[in-house]
């Protein structure tokens, strides 16, 4: 009598592979890209003034920190995979509450979609590392940038485009595509991730690693760059749009150029090459005066609105390059035996400079126009690349073998 055998793919669902995380970023990728500039624009509408929609993204940006600090302790109780569902579905209710229009439900939306992408973004790098071996990490990272390019790239210039021809269009495609996201979620049966072994003693607060981390000067300047580097992505996604508006340039500008931008994802290999010629040291610092250079000259030049506006995307070209090389200086001088508690310090970077850039923003439109806040942006990335004058000129050269993205999700 032959024994019947219960399929191995019934009895233990296959391990979600590079290709597979790529699917869910690239899903995720659409659900935020189509929203990143209409955004700006709906809050400049329903709040009137740049001030007053520097305020609101500066009191989003406390609650985006204090999500994400909570998170990993939410997970301590709530399963991973239920964590992971509550942000997919906040996707959901921000998009529903943006359809309504008013001043409050505008901000409510834009809180909404904040605390989903840090809940998701938390538990999302938590599953990579559960079920991505060390060795492929790269190659996952290359996958999620890859899958993922197409959204950034045709969501900022869809979302505007479609508001003009029906106004809920860009809310119900970021709803729909989160509700397909949370479905692939499941679908893939990640659980809530591998327990490898038991602890052997309670994981330690990340914060408790704090004096650690500012005794070493290289982690502290590993994360001004990418904290920096955040707030000119802020500069430019946030205030572009309102600039092309009040400068006559339209409302469609923004996404537009944001899209012309993102575009650039797609010669990562090629910047990767370009990187990888020269030292580490002169990749970050020409990216950082490149960037500087052309936000501080966008703001002096904002009296030619077309010129400064073509001066800002230029100066995003540059971001993009730091996007690729500017988190590598924090993950060569992270101790092994310190790595899970330095990159929960360093995750925070993304929150900060969301509180940082419109508070700053927020100073600054009390004595300047829009203006002013390129060329404020511009200053600080001139004083990423003064810290960087301090790297080592061999760092990078020739133990490690540069790959796009590191640590950040930039």
Known sequence: MHERRIPEWVRHSPAPSVRDFGLLAGLEAV??????SVFPLIMYRALGDAERVSMAYFLIGFLSLGAGLMVPGLIRYLPRRWAYSAGALLFVAGAGLAVQGTPLTTIAALACNTVAAVVCFICFNAYVLDYIERVELGRCETSRMFYSALGWTVGPMAGVLLMEIWPPAPFVISGVAALAMLALFWALR??????????????RNPLAF????FAQ??????????MIRSCGWWVYVVYLPIFAIESGLGDQLGGIMLSITNGMLFAAPLILRWVQA????????????????????????????????????LGSFWLI?????AGLPFLMAVKPSERTEMSAIYSSYRDVSGILTPGVAWLVLLAAPVAGIFVAGGAGLFGAFTIAARMHPRLGRPRIRLEPGSLADA
């Open 31 to 36: 659900v935020r890209g189509i929203l990143i």
């Open 190 to 203: 990640l659980g809530n991730g591998k327990m490898i072994t038991r602890a052997r003693r309670p994981a």
């Open 210 to 213: 704090l004096p650690r981390f």
């Open 217 to 226: 000067p290289r982690l502290v300047a590993g994360y001004l760059f990418a």
């Open 278 to 313: 020269r030292s580490l040291k002169s990749a970050v610092r020409t990216g950082f005066a490149g960037a500087g250079l052309c936000f501080a000259t966008a703001g002096l030049l904002s009296g030619w609105p077309p010129l400064a506006a073509g001066l800002l995307m």
């Open 321 to 325: 390059v730091l996007d690729i090389c």
